[in-house]
């Protein structure tokens, strides 16, 4: 019994570690995808998006372990600052450095790896502001998660960082599969992404509301309401496959702005109707 019990024991300490494990390859994922894409230094824009398009698929690769690094903490009752800390750090890596540094590379290797200095300099500010963006919206997330201090626990305020990298993520994704190696097209968007990755870091510092897609898909047994909106995007993603997922992608980034709009109209709108009936 003694032996059985240490053995128990053992095990259940060994459980305890593997949220740890799971973050922990998150962050390894990005930094894979850093090492793969040093590699287009040396490929012609035309080669250099196929090393991009894997890169953008490891990033994604590393969602699933953020995800499942939550779920398993939750399970097996592991939850810790400690956990927090390294998720956030994790996340830093992963959806804040590796997506900064893939839009900045993507860029320069549009115009041959020779643009102008002053389009240089504004693509390495405008790829900071995405990498500011992230720092200070996974600092602010641990710092109510540590104080315990966030209202809703089914929302983030400000788009979260897994959301903002798969943005990125699904633009070369769909530019690879739908142009493939198209020349000018690739100068197009490398002219825009960062922008567009500037963009997504001044979300994540806003106070527009996003739903937490992990919870709100735990959330499905309590509330069956939900089953068809899951049935709705898992066609979508079987029927139009990269397209799909482009529109999905899309439509969570402009979830948020719809739900602030949304609720600042109706909601406020609702309330002022039951004030002025009592």
Not at 233 to 245: P, Q, S
Request: hydrophobic content about 50%; proline content about 4%; some cysteine.
């Amino acid at each position: 019994m003694k032996k059985s019990s240490k053995v128990l024991q053992s095990q259940a300490r060994f459980l305890k570690y593997i949220p740890n494990m799971l973050t922990l390859c998150n962050s390894l994922c990005g930094f894979a995808a850093i090492l793969y894409m040093i590699q287009s230094f040396k490929a012609q824009p035309s080669m250099a998006i196929n090393i991009f398009y894997v890169a953008s698929w490891v990033i994604f690769f590393a969602m699933i372990f953020d995800v499942f690094d939550g779920l398993a903490a939750r399970l097996l009752n592991a939850a810790s600052l400690h956990g927090i800390q390294m998720d956030s750090l994790s996340d830093m890596v992963t959806f804040g450095v590796t997506p900064a540094i893939m839009t900045a590379l993507f860029a320069e290797c549009c115009f041959d790896w020779e643009p102008h200095l002053y389009w240089r300099i504004g693509i390495y500010l405008l790829c900071s502001i995405y990498l500011g963006g992230a720092a200070l919206r996974l600092a602010t997330y641990n710092v109510h998660a540590t104080l315990k201090t966030k209202s809703s626990s089914d929302r983030f305020s400000g788009l979260p960082s897994p959301g903002a990298a798969a943005a990125l993520c699904v633009t070369v994704i769909f530019l690879k599969h739908r142009f493939g190696a198209n020349d000018e097209m690739l100068k197009y968007v490398g002219r825009y992404l960062p922008f567009f990755a500037a963009f997504l870091g001044l979300m994540m510092t806003s106070k527009v509301p996003y739903i937490h897609a992990g919870k709100w898909l735990m959330s499905i047994r309590r509330n069956r309401k939900k089953m068809p909106l899951v049935l709705v995007a898992a066609a979508i993603l079987v029927c139009f496959r990269m397209d799909g997922l482009a529109f999905l992608t899309g439509a969570y980034i402009l979830s948020g702005p719809v739900l602030l709009v949304f609720e600042s109209c109706f909601v406020k709108k609702n309330s002022q109707l039951g004030e002025d009936v009592k």
